[in-house]
């Protein structure tokens, strides 16, 4: 089989995926990562094939994060219908994230690295409404979920966020993804939507009154380890830059979101 047919037959076979399915979904997804560093089929990585195949969690979230640049960039890709096979993947992607897809058991940072990815192909890709319904449907999903998985009640009064650096390290680089594009209006508006969608869990993570279970033990304010002390304070630069005209998330500062939409609008 050459390329030309191999991308007819992933235009199809991504229509399959209306009925989702994790493995279809990694297959998938490494084909058309591949798409662009190959000149035959023979030059293709098959380890990584083999392990999209199985559903590797470990592997196919980064594979899906490849090929949703593959499919958001605007460089030709063969005859790959291009918008056809990100709107496939986007929207098995979301199943899998609102866990209407089964699927194994994900780490909270991996499916961060799945709504970085579908956040990037919403600024890069023609932006079509039925784009941006299955990424609002994804970011909608991700509080909640980093709520159940890593917030627990410590005692009538206080909760304790569970989070390891690859969390925080994971959700900065979701930040930092998005002050990559050129900024234009519609990417602004987006920009306010993520960040009304992660307020709460930005809200949780940056508050002074969090307890932190961090790397086997619980630490408050006043005894936090200087390693998340680094990784909060990382976290603020980048929602700095990911928004420079909202003075949001500095030491000791908060904001409502009433604020945010006041700020964002005299800016514009």
Known sequence: MDIQNLCAHLNSCSDALIYPDWKLLSLISWAVAQLPRIKSLHNSDFERMARAFRGDVDAAPELIHQAFEVLSAREHVYTL???RVLINLLRCSSQVVTDECPHPEMRMEQTLVLLRAAEKALR?????????????????????????????EHNLYVEVTTVSPEVLDTLISLFQALTEPS??????????????????????????????????????????????????????????????????????????????????????
Not at 124 to 152: H, N, Q, W, Y
Not at 255 to 262: K, L, N, R
């Open 124 to 152: 890069s890709a023609s932006g079509s409404s039925e784009i941006r319904t299955l990424v609002g449907k994804m970011r909608d999903a991700v509080v909640p979920k980093f709520k159940k998985t890593c917030v627990r």
């Open 81 to 83: 219908d291009r918008d």
């Open 183 to 268: 900024p234009t209006q519609s990417s602004k508006e987006e920009d306010m939507r993520t960040l009304r969608a992660f307020k709460p869990l930005l809200d949780n993570v940056l508050s002074a009154e969090t307890v932190f279970e961090w790397e086997n033990g619980e630490h408050t304010a006043d005894e936090r380890p200087k390693s998340l002390v680094q990784s909060l304070k990382s976290l603020r630069q980048v929602l700095k830059q990911f928004m420079p005209d909202l003075d949001l998330y500095q030491d000791d500062y908060e904001t409502s979101e009433a604020d945010i939409s006041v700020s964002h609008q005299s800016s514009t």
